[in-house]
């Protein structure tokens, strides 16, 4: 079975510039979620999507970053324009339901690094 | 939603078993503990989870204390390759059951 797939897995841009990550969840999970992880610290969520809605966006900087979950199977996360906090790992996890006993899996991550 | 705490480090000789403490003192009754871990410049990896009976995998033992306030992660033989950050979670059953991570037990093997 393949993995979470995130694309593309390294990015280096100026501030002030745009930049996107493409995610491809595990074939039929429904729940896909968007994390930032900065040097040092634990994955943060960003946003929550069942199928193609929008669950949890609470810590989503709405000012700067927008996602989409299109058919609800891909999902992009955009931040414009970056800023060099916005320096950090951005990984994608899938997983088959949104339900307490169900585990969800990683991607290797998008390393961005806003210079 | 309810708060984890686990040492910041932990070192264990290779071959031996490796207990990763986790405390959770305000977890309710139908949270589930999960288990993941990060290897260097990886995503979080799944190892276990568990409600309120231990339970066991080709990975690892996850002990839970009867009054469910914290639990313990068992590598059986741990390996170099084990050396990871391992981050205890309990997932919010706040509707969206979203997983909060904390900063984990870096756990280094040492040869």
């Known amino acids: 079975e393949a993995g979470v797939a995130q694309s593309p897995r390294y990015k280096i841009i100026e501030k002030r510039q745009s930049v996107a990550f493409w995610c491809n969840p595990i074939?039929?999970?429904?729940?896909l979620y968007w994390y930032q992880q900065i040097l040092g610290q634990g994955p943060k969520l960003l946003i929550q999507?069942?199928?193609?809605?929008?669950?949890?966006d609470s810590q989503l900087p709405k000012d700067r970053f927008s996602a989409e979950r299109l058919k609800g199977v891909d999902s992009t996360l955009k931040i414009q324009p970056a800023k060099l906090e916005d320096s950090a790992v951005y990984l994608c996890?899938?997983?088959?339901?949104?339900?307490?006993?169900?585990?969800?899996?990683f991607g290797q991550g998008t390393r961005l690094t806003v210079v | 939603d309810a708060k984890t705490t686990q040492p910041t480090s932990m070192d264990c000789a290779e071959g031996r078993a490796a207990n990763l403490p986790c405390n959770h003192s305000?977890?309710?009754?139908?949270?589930?503990v999960y288990w993941y871990r990060q290897i260097h410049s990886q995503g979080p990896q799944y190892i276990i989870h568990?409600?309120?009976n231990n339970e066991t995998n080709e990975m690892a033992s996850l002990i839970i204390t009867e009054d469910r306030k914290s639990s313990t992660l068992i590598l059986p033989h741990a390996t170099l390759r084990d050396t990871a950050v391992y981050y205890c979670?309990?997932?919010?059953?706040?509707?969206?059951?979203?997983?909060?991570f904390g900063t984990g037990t870096r756990l280094k093997v040492l040869a």
């Open positions: 979670i309990v997932r919010s059953t706040s509707g969206t059951y979203k997983y909060i």
């Open positions: 999507f069942q199928n193609n809605g929008v669950v949890d």
């Open positions: 568990g409600l309120k």
């Open positions: 074939s039929g999970h429904a729940t």
């Open positions: 305000t977890i309710s009754g139908n949270e589930y």
């Open positions: 996890a899938s997983s088959y339901r949104q339900a307490m006993n169900t585990e969800a899996f």
